[in-house]
């Protein structure tokens, strides 16, 4: 079964918007990873969150966490063509050796 | 520096019969994963392995065997094709259990007919 259940399920925007996506899960967890895949491709990691932090930056990404809600949420800002991607949130346990990832959020950058 | 290599990059099977996907990764990662995705299901996790010498079961494991050949190589067996394991699978590696950023292959394009 999985964790993380992402929303929306798809996501159309305007380049140069910025784009949010959400992401739920049930059961404590260690960290909270987010993760890219285009098109046909492998999934690259994005950014990882670990359960004592509350918010993280790379670049034009911005992730928070609220173990309180058990949720997350992914804000790219600035949006571009090249953001256009599947993005996954995935969740690690304190004693797994595996994460678990959501069904993710399809995002297209309209030009 | 290649991460992670996997091959072959599309597979057609008939039904019943057998094949391997091979995985290699030169990061020196302890663990290492094998997912499996379908439209709209998200990534699957069939089997891993938190060491060398280790295997353990993930979600949907049946119809599936694996081998830690050696801290590189883990590979993904298939005994006997069926429609259902009509998929794309990917081959992951992180450098030690689920506290770390896991690296992924670029994917088996399998077909079962």
């Known amino acids: 079964s999985q964790q993380g259940e992402e929303d929306p399920q798809a996501l159309s925007i305007q380049e140069g918007e910025n784009a949010t996506m959400n992401c739920s899960y049930k059961?404590?967890?260690?960290?909270l990873q987010w993760y890219r895949q285009n098109s046909g491709r492998g999934l690259v990691h994005l950014i990882l969150?670990?359960?004592?932090?509350r918010e993280k930056h790379s670049g034009r990404l911005r992730v928070t966490l609220d173990t309180s809600k058990k949720s997350s949420s992914l804000l790219i800002t600035a949006s571009r063509a090249a953001d256009t991607a599947s993005y996954f949130c995935?969740?690690?346990?304190?004693?797994?050796?595996?994460?678990?990832f959501g069904k993710g959020t399809r995002l297209h950058i309209l030009p | 520096n290649a991460g992670v290599t996997q091959t072959p990059k599309f597979q057609v099977l008939k039904t019943g019969q057998s094949m391997t996907l091979q995985c290699a990764q030169d990061?020196?990662?302890?663990?290492m994963y094998w997912y499996r995705q379908d439209p709209g299901m998200g990534l699957r996790l069939i089997y891993y392995?938190?060491?060398?010498?280790?295997?353990d079961k993930g979600e949907v494991p049946n119809g599936y065997n694996v081998s830690r050949l050696n801290k590189r190589e883990f590979s993904l067996r298939l005994e006997s094709a069926a429609p259902s394991q009509t998929s794309v699978y990917f081959c992951?590696?992180?450098?030690?259990?689920?506290?770390?950023?896991?690296?992924f292959g670029p994917g088996t394009r399998l077909t079962v007919t």
């Open positions: 992951a590696s992180t450098p030690g259990t689920a506290f770390y950023e896991q690296y």
């Open positions: 059961t404590s967890i260690n960290n």
């Open positions: 969150i670990r359960s004592n932090e």
């Open positions: 995935a969740t690690g346990g304190f004693r797994d050796d595996k994460i678990i």
């Open positions: 990061m020196n990662h302890n663990s």
């Open positions: 392995s938190a060491s060398e010498g280790t295997t």
